[in-house]
């Protein structure tokens, strides 16, 4: 996916918050986006996800299903969090069964029923990740994700962002608190003064290995892991 001379202001005679912004970015790329409060980094992904266009310049090779869960998730909407969700997911021919792995892994399975509305801040951003990740993403785009959120789902989501970049798709996140600066191969952008400064992660050669351990010690031995940096996921 490729970025152009990309400009963009809000309005005909308004500052301009990006200018000629050039970037390249390859697929199964994760991309840490950090940057002061206002430098624009909302505004990059949402032009990266395509839900503003660039007032100049192109974007080109956008993968075509994109996942954004944007910083705030807007919870003033008249459904329980299953009708939103099956609604999302229909619109993006997948199964309902997505919603509910997802809801699992999230730790988030108990908020099924619950009327949007009354949702908390935490709780409308994990809703708001599952529906960005109910279709597998060639692009996801993650606006503040860790914000909020339950130490659980602050683990889990690195592996899952670890997920998407192995299947080739292109992960995005701005994150104020850092919590993709060790991630492994991650590039990171810094937005300032309308520009955009790459820091390219080195490529490492990754490998995946299995550990059986009893089931009793399995918390005990995946904290340890998690601890020293290791991203680890439970098949069982
Ligand atoms: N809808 C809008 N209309 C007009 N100006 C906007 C709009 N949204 C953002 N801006 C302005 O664009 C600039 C960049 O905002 P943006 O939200 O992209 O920054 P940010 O880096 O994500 O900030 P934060 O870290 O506080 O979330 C700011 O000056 C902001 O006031």
């Known amino acids: 996916m490729r970025l152009s001379k990309v400009s963009f202001r809000y309005s005909r005679r308004g500052p301009w918050v990006l200018r000629d912004v050039e970037l390249a970015i390859r697929p199964g790329s994760v991309v840490e986006v950090t ?3 206002g430098a624009g980094k909302s505004t990059l992904l949402r032009l990266l996800a395509g839900i503003v ?3 100049k310049g192109s974007i080109s090779e956008r993968p075509r299903v994109v996942g954004y869960a944007p910083d705030v998730f807007p919870v003033d909407q008249p459904f329980t969090v299953t009708a939103y969700l099956t609604h999302m997911a229909r619109i993006r021919g997948v199964s309902p069964g997505a919603m509910e792995r997802l809801a699992e892994r999230l730790d988030a399975a108990h908020l ?3 009327p949007l509305g009354d949702l908390s801040k935490g709780s409308a951003q994990k ?3 599952i529906q960005s990740l109910l279709a597998p993403p060639g692009l996801l785009i993650l606006d503040e994700p860790f914000a909020g959120l339950d130490a659980h789902t602050r683990t889990e989501l690195p592996v899952i962002i670890g997920e998407v970049a192995a299947a080739g798709g292109i992960v995005v996140v701005s994150d104020h608190q850092n919590q993709l600066e060790n991630f492994p191969g991650a590039d990171h952008w810094l937005v300032a003064g309308g520009t955009v400064a790459v ?4 490529r490492l050669r990754q490998a995946v290995i299995e550990v059986l ?3 009793e010690h399995a918390d005990e031995v995946e904290q340890k892991l998690r601890a020293d940096g290791y991203t ?3 098949t069982a």
Do not use: F, K, Y
Not at 199 to 202: F, R
């Open 53 to 55: 266009p660039p007032s």
């Open 112 to 114: 099924l029923e619950q």
């Open 213 to 215: 351990v009893d089931a």
């Open 127 to 129: 809703i708001g990740l």
């Open 232 to 234: 680890t996921r439970r």
């Open 35 to 37: 940057g002061r409060n």
């Open 199 to 202: 820091e390219a992660g080195e």
